[in-house]
């Protein structure tokens, strides 16, 4: 049996609403969007900022549902500042041949990070 890395979701075009560099670690972004995209707390995520081109991988934290937040901690938070737009990239482990028709979601968002369309 071979597994494939693929991705499993994506939030696309996500504002950084604050940076907390005194916090350990991690991104902590808004629980309706983490419910849309299928991404679970303490899941590893890859974000790309789309100002910089930049990627980095860290892991997830619940935000207050409804409250839009996108907020880069510790190490994060010097490596996106407020107002950077980024993606949310979370991947899965799956068998080639459940790859082969796997459908990734992809949840758009607005500036105020509430979702357009997925």
């Not at 991104?27 to 590893?44: G, K, S, V, Y």
Request: charged share 25%; glycine share 8%.
């Amino acid at each position: 049996m071979m597994f494939r890395t693929i991705y499993k979701s994506k939030i696309q075009g996500a504002v950084v609403t604050e940076a907390n560099l005194e916090y350990v670690g991690s991104i902590t972004i808004d629980e309706d969007l983490l419910d849309a995209a299928d991404i679970i707390p303490n899941e590893r995520v890859q974000i790309v900022n789309l100002n910089n081109g930049s990627r980095i991988e860290t892991y997830v934290i619940s935000g207050k549902k409804g409250s839009g937040i996108i907020c880069m901690n510790g190490g994060t938070a010097r490596w996106a500042v407020v107002g950077d737009k980024i993606l949310v990239i979370s991947y899965i482990m799956i068998e080639t041949k459940d790859a082969q028709v796997f459908k990734p979601k992809v949840i758009f968002v607005n500036e105020k990070n509430k979702i357009t369309m997925h």
